[in-house]
Structures are given as C-alpha cells and as structure tokens.
C-alpha cells in the first residue's frame, strides 16, 4: 500500500520558468491538499482539491499558481514564471473520505529551489 | 501571525532527559494534531485528539488536549536520540476542513 507519492523530490529552475509538481494520493484517498514550506515556517495551506473539484483554493497566490486533480492520473501544483521567491519545499498530502480533518497522510515533498 | 503558537521554537536536551512542547491558540479547535518531521521529510501524524482534557500516550509520549480546546501539550519521557525531529501541532476547526500549522518545535536530542 503505497503512500502519497511526490514527484519530483528536487526541482530546479531558472526565474522565468515554469515548474510542475505531482501528487498521487494514497489508495483510496479521494482528498488532496497542497501546503508550502520554507525554513523556520509551518506548513501554509495552498489549495484543496477532490477529483476534478477545487474546493478551496484561498491559500493560493492569485498569479502564476494553479492547481489541478483530474479524474485520471495526479493532482498537479503549476507555478508559471517563477521567481526566487517560489523557492520552497511543497508537499501534498491525501486523506480518506470524511476524515479529511483527522487523517492527513503527506508526501517527501518536492523541494524547488529557483535560480 | 500564526493561528497557532508553539513554544519553545527550539529545544536541546541531554538523552534520559524529559521534554514538554506546547501548542497554543486564542482559537477553538474541533481536533488538534501533531506531527513529527524529519530533514527533507513529510510530516507523520503521531496523535489526533478530539476532546477537551484528552490525553492519550504512545509509548514515552504523551500529549494533552486543553479543557477549552485552544491549547495542547506534548511531553517525551526518557527522551532518546531518535526523537530528534521537527514537532508540528495543528488544528481543524469545527467548519474548516483544512488544518491550520503552528511554526514547529526543533527537537534536539544529544547521546
């Protein structure tokens, strides 16, 4: 039973670039949530999303971010035109139906480290 | 400003030494969490308490949920090197499905 798996674990990319961060969730979970980490700094909510749904996206920069959990295939955190300071560790993570506030199983994350 | 205050930011002790973290809020929580994260790791759930003045154990760890549910406590006994990790609290509220987490405890301990 595999966990919530990230990918890629480590991104790099110049300012100006575009980075894609995937997320599959736990088997059987139907929830996903992205959060943003920099050092020293809890876990920021960025958006959360059910399959082909974003619930809630409030957490999320009005520009540049976008989120998305299609029916097929993983939920994908889009960061258009990066800047340095996008430079963060993103990590998603995944819940049962109806536990969605008792239960969150999170990925490794993805550092992303912009030049 | 966090929802959610944990003290102290950073904490060193000697192994076989006791440890306390807290987690607090002017927020009323319907469940408080806490987590344990380790370096270019995701955090795991060690604990979801839901009711004022819970406590439940796991082995050398205890946490507490405040009576008013603002607040919560995680205490190691004995502690061993293993338990060095970054420890996270966080809350739901009763009509928000997403947590809210405090800044995190470093936890240090030295062989």
């Known amino acids: 039973n595999a966990g919530v798996m990230q990918n890629p674990r480590h991104l790099v990319r110049r300012r100006g670039q575009e980075a894609r961060l995937r997320c599959s969730p736990m088997?059987?979970?139907?929830?996903v949530y992205w959060y943003r980490q920099l050092p020293e700094e809890g876990l920021k909510f960025m958006v959360y999303l059910q399959k082909e749904n974003i619930i809630d996206e409030s957490g999320m920069p009005k520009e540049r971010f976008s989120a998305e959990f299609p029916k097929e295939g993983p939920s994908i955190l889009r960061i258009q035109q990066v800047v340095r300071g996008d430079s963060a560790a993103y990590f998603c993570?995944?819940?049962?139906?109806?536990?969605?506030?008792?239960?969150?199983?999170f990925g490794s994350g993805t550092q992303l480290s912009v030049l | 400003t966090q929802l959610l205050e944990q003290s102290p930011q950073f904490l060193s002790i000697q192994e076989g030494e006791n440890l306390t973290v807290y987690c607090n809020s002017s927020?009323?929580?319907?469940?408080l969490q806490w987590y344990r994260q380790e370096p270019g790791e995701g955090p795991v759930l060690l604990v979801t308490?839901?009711?004022?003045?819970e406590v439940k154990k796991l082995k050398r760890l205890t946490f507490q949920f405040g009576d008013a549910r603002k607040d919560s406590s995680l205490h190691i006994t004995a502690a061993q090197p293993g338990d060095t990790g970054l420890y996270l609290c966080a809350g739901a509220t009763s009509n928000d499905y997403k947590l809210s987490f405090g800044a995190g405890t470093t936890v240090t301990v030295r062989a």
């Open positions: 993570a995944s819940s049962p139906p109806n536990r969605a506030n008792e239960k969150l199983f």
């Open positions: 927020s009323v929580f319907s469940s």
């Open positions: 088997k059987g979970h139907s929830h």
């Open positions: 308490v839901v009711t004022g003045g």
